[in-house]
């Protein structure tokens, strides 16, 4: 006696990949305009994004951009920046309030955050690696 399972249909394979993609973790880049001469450290990027300078070597004044909220912020901020996002929220809270520094620019999407790097000379941001095409460079990953 043998026996067999039904073939999944295509709406439960559908669903089954939707499941898995949950559980995937993003893989955050550090990306800049093509134009930007600077070749930064690990150390370099993390400090203009934790708002500790707004400068890197060879690249002079950057503008930074982000995702409003979603997994590759998350993951960035734990994984790169050493922070959880409470923490982080908290450090540019008092940069600002104080003054000594501008919060990075907030994008609903990856895609229109990647446009903006793209077109603004200076401009760094993060992206999932799967984003990244030739109108960005890769500049941090970790």
Not at 102 to 130: C, H, M, R, Y
């Amino acid at each position: 006696m043998t026996f067999s399972l039904p073939s999944p249909t295509p709406a439960l394979a559908g669903l089954l990949l939707a499941t898995l993609g949950t559980f995937a973790l993003a893989d955050p880049v550090v990306v800049a305009n093509p134009a930007l001469a600077a070749k930064p450290t690990v150390d370099e990027v993390k400090a203009v994004f934790l708002g500790q300078t707004n400068s890197l070597a060879g690249g002079g004044n950057v503008q930074v951009g982000m995702p409003k909220s979603g997994k590759v912020r998350e993951d960035f901020v734990i994984g790169y920046v050493g922070k959880n996002e409470k923490q982080y929220k908290a450090i540019w809270t008092q940069l600002i309030f104080t003054g000594r520094a501008q919060e990075p620019k907030q994008f609903e999407s990856e895609d229109e955050l990647k446009k903006w790097v793209a077109s603004t000379p200076n401009a760094v941001g993060i992206l999932d690696s799967a984003k990244v095409d030739a109108s960005v460079k890769v500049i941090g990953t970790k």
